[in-house]
């Protein structure tokens, strides 16, 4: 195997890429707000590190911009009978960063390293996707077919493995869980030159990579957290594509001759969502929450379309539910305070004679998300106007992460989750399990769980009316305040063509000069 590069040498081939304030035609710079967690590729759980993560790595399938499922590092796959096995065929000529081959030995050697208990994984793959799939275990049929076994089949495995990073296994073998989360072996368009924490990833093209054309021959993300901050850097020249660009600023930008702001329609789903662990039982606003009339009155209390136009400089209309793809009879909750407080009443929580219910912390990020701050504290502000003394604890995204990921955020907190438009399934399997990181609130409800035993039928007819019923159950139960799918922008120099996803993805591969 090839030696890896140093950080003396990654800090040597550094000085060799062009000057941030001046980017060379051989190099794009991207900024986001907050730094990726780790370089292991089973430990990442936040879009900005998964953007890093496909440069670095290839997957079996790719998921297009249209939500359709195409093949990438399998040329093909197909299922057994029972719907146990799905199969892949690999596609010859694959090669990691330092020239080993990759074929099905090294997928299925990925497939079971991220579920290995003794690695201790806690990214998007083992906490997630393998939950949601029902992960049993990969095998290699020969250097060409690549097995994955599952408790029973889903319409959604094929497209949950477009989030599996595969990487090749003699390289990995030979590096410790600590080496691997600084020293990655690439399988994508690029390898690591550096990462200089809460500053920078730098990225050259990976000359081993065939697959596609990769137009530029080096990839700088920038972690810029501020967002005014973002905006000066895309103005003055030294960012080709920002990301989370406040709508305010947008006439700015496209007036400036520089670069402009384009906006999506994004996927993520954000909420206000309740923590259900008992890690706040005792507490008034522990106990409150657990009442299903309690938080259908806290929906009613927020005016969603204002928060949209005021701090999100777009119209929308408030979320009905959880999934992209959701159900368009499931009515929205209205926005009825006086509603909310004749339930609050009924429920057993009337005002005092200070005015308040109870009180209730929200936790949530501050830097993450478009204007996350003001859209917290204007949801205080609602709650707080219908009795509800809702207070704000604000903290940066590194921190609140791992708190909502170990069900510790709360008793109420902000947050985002992406989703996707191939699959309402994709998108509840938040919740496959009450305890998986991911059901951050740890919601339980038996009616969702004996539907969701129930998925699997092959015909997409059925598994509709099922996925539409479990639709209906989430949005009763109201384990969230719903909220919207955030809109995104994304400023883009004028130096190039590139056009943003609707899931945060950051195709960087796909940017060209103009």
Not at 149 to 164: F, P
Not at 286 to 298: F, H, P, T
Not at 478 to 502: C, E, H, K, M, N
Request: net charge negative.
């Amino acid at each position: 195997m090839k030696s890896r590069l140093s950080i003396a040498a990654g800090l040597l081939l550094a000085t060799c890429l062009p000057a941030l304030a001046q980017p060379s035609e051989n190099t794009l710079v991207v900024a986001q707000s907050v730094d990726i967690e780790s370089l292991e590729p089973d430990m990442l759980n936040q879009a900005s590190s998964l953007n890093v993560a496909m440069a670095l790595w290839g997957t079996l399938l790719s998921v297009t911009p249209e939500g359709e499922i195409v093949p990438n590092f399998a040329e093909s796959y197909e299922w057994n009978d029972e719907g146990t096995e799905l199969s892949f065929k690999i596609r010859p000529g694959l090669k990691c960063e330092d020239g080993e081959t990759l074929d099905a030995e090294d997928v299925a050697y990925t497939l079971n390293r991220a579920a290995d208990p003794a690695n201790g994984f806690i990214g998007h793959v083992p906490g997630f996707t393998y939950s949601s799939i029902g992960f049993v275990g990969a095998r290699a049929e020969g250097p060409d077919v690549a097995v994955l076994q599952v408790k029973n089949y889903s319409s959604t495995v094929a497209g949950m493995t477009a989030d599996i990073l595969i990487h090749c296994k003699d390289s990995y073998e030979k590096l410790s869980v600590e080496e691997a989360a600084i020293s990655p072996v690439a399988s994508g368009p690029y390898k690591l030159v550096e990462w200089v924490r809460a500053d920078r990833v730098v990225l050259t093209r990976n000359d081993q990579y065939t697959l596609e054309e990769v137009p530029f021959e080096n990839v700088i993300f920038k972690v810029i957290p501020e967002s005014s901050t973002r905006t000066a850097e895309l103005l003055a020249g030294n960012v080709d594509i920002a990301t989370n660009i406040p709508p305010d600023q947008s006439d700015v930008v496209n007036a400036s001759g520089r670069a402009k702001v384009v906006s999506v329609a994004g996927t993520r789903r954000m909420f206000a969502g309740f923590n259900f662990s008992g890690a706040f039982d005792g507490t008034p606003a522990g106990e409150a929450i657990k009442k299903k009339e309690v938080r259908q009155a806290l929906n009613m209390a927020v005016d969603v379309p204002t928060i949209c136009k005021q701090l999100l400089g777009t119209e929308c209309e408030r979320a009905n539910g959880l999934a992209n793809l959701g159900d368009p009879n499931i009515k929205p909750y209205p926005y009825d305070p006086a509603k909310a407080e004749e339930m609050l009443d009924a429920a057993g929580y009337p005002r005092g004679e200070d005015g308040v219910r109870f009180t209730v912390t929200m936790q949530g990020p501050q830097g993450r998300y478009l204007n996350d701050g003001q859209v917290q504290q204007a949801l205080a502000q609602y709650l707080s106007d219908v009795g509800v003394e809702t207070t704000n604890d604000l903290m940066d995204m590194s921190v609140f992460s791992p708190m909502a990921r170990e069900h510790r955020a709360g008793p109420m907190f902000f947050i985002g989750q992406g989703g996707q438009l191939w699959s309402a399934i994709f998108d509840m399997s938040l919740f496959s399990s009450w305890d998986a990181p991911v059901n951050t609130g740890m919601w339980k409800n038996e009616e969702w769980e004996k539907r969701w035993a129930m998925l699997g039928d092959r015909d997409e007819v059925a598994e509709r009316k099922i996925v539409d019923e479990m639709l209906a159950i989430h949005h009763d139960d109201a384990p969230w305040i719903f909220l919207y799918f955030q809109p995104d922008f994304y400023g883009v120099s004028d130096r190039i063509d590139w056009t943003p996803r609707r899931d945060e993805a950051l195709d960087i591969w796909t940017a060209r000069l103009k």
